[in-house]
């Protein structure tokens, strides 16, 4: 009989004499194989609960980006303010060479257009200030999801391989024989 097992042989020293030492050895290997996937399933349980230790660290990189993007929009204000104080000087100037009035309708128009365009250069760089602060929210929500999600995993992992290896661990014990005492 040894003839057919030995490959359970050699370095393992198993005990291949007979068909009992063959299931016993057997028994022993299944039960090593739990206690190696009850291993790995706490080491996924314990990974997915850490993760959530990371949620702190997603809401300051939110907040990070929302004030990266305010700043953005206070230094395009400033552009927009600066673009516009130029191009009103440049006005007044050749309206004072040209010996104009300052309150000639052509004069006016020209300011007026030239907030008018600054207005919608502001109301486009809030809008999208607005846009990118939502982009950030939906990347906040999406790794806190997937956080949980991967807590949620390893736990409910952890979960299953016990029930499906913790029988061969305890005896023989079900799940909710162990859990309920039953």
Known sequence: MSDWF?????KNES?????????????K???ANAQMQMGKGIVGAVEGLTSLMNLPLYKKERDNAIKAIENEVLAGQDQIFR???YNTDQALTYAARGNVSIGAPVLRDRMKKGAEE??????MLRTNANIKKINADIQ?????????????QGVMGALMT??????????GESLSEAVYGE
């Open 29 to 31: 290997i299944q039960k």
């Open 162 to 171: 016990y029930g499906v290896y913790g029988s061969a661990l305890s005896g």
């Open 83 to 85: 673009e516009l104080s």
């Open 15 to 27: 005990d291949t004499s007979s068909l009992g030492a063959t299931l016993d050895t057997t028994q």
């Open 118 to 123: 600054a207005g919608f250069d502001f109301a």
């Open 140 to 152: 906040y929500s999406a790794k806190r999801r997937a956080t949980f999600n991967n807590a949620l």
């Open 6 to 10: 030995s490959f359970w042989g050699g």
